[in-house]
Nanobody, 119 residues
Framework: QVSLVESGGGLVQTGGSLRLSCAAS????????VGWFRQAPGQEREFVAH????????NYADSVKGRFTISKDNAKNTVYLQMNSLKPDDTAVYYC????????????WGQGTQVTVSS
């Protein structure tokens, strides 16, 4: 089983930047990808980005391409989400989760970290 803990959220003005961290523990050798997701009030949770744990290939939602960068430090078992040029529409609770080999879904969801972008 893999457990994940997010950190790094906060309040920032439009155009500002934040870096979120996602620390993994447990059976990290079994991770295939780690993804970031977000959920705004009254909306469904949506995919933001994911990164392959071993190879490092990445994928992004169209809404964040060119502004957000996902990266990882395997030695620290941590995945980062660098968010630049933030907009009020990016306001949400951000979650990370792991897709492990043999699973059908993302799992190990953290408690989330609040990102608020003021206009």
């Amino acid at each position: 089983q893999v457990s994940l803990v997010e950190s790094g959220g906060g309040l920032v003005q439009t155009g500002g930047s934040l870096r979120l961290s996602c620390a993994a523990s447990g059976r990290t050798w079994n991770i295939y990808t780690v993804g970031w997701f977000r959920q705004a009030p009254g909306q469904e949770r949506e995919f933001v980005a994911h990164i392959q744990w071993s190879g490092g290939s990445t994928n992004y939602a169209d809404s964040v391409k060119g502004r957000f960068t996902i990266s990882k430090d395997n030695a620290k078992n941590t995945v980062y989400l660098q968010m630049n040029s933030l907009k009020p529409d990016d306001t949400a609770v951000y979650y990370c989760a792991a897709y492990v080999f043999g699973s059908r879904n993302y799992d190990g969801w953290g408690q989330g970290t609040q990102v608020t972008v003021s206009s």
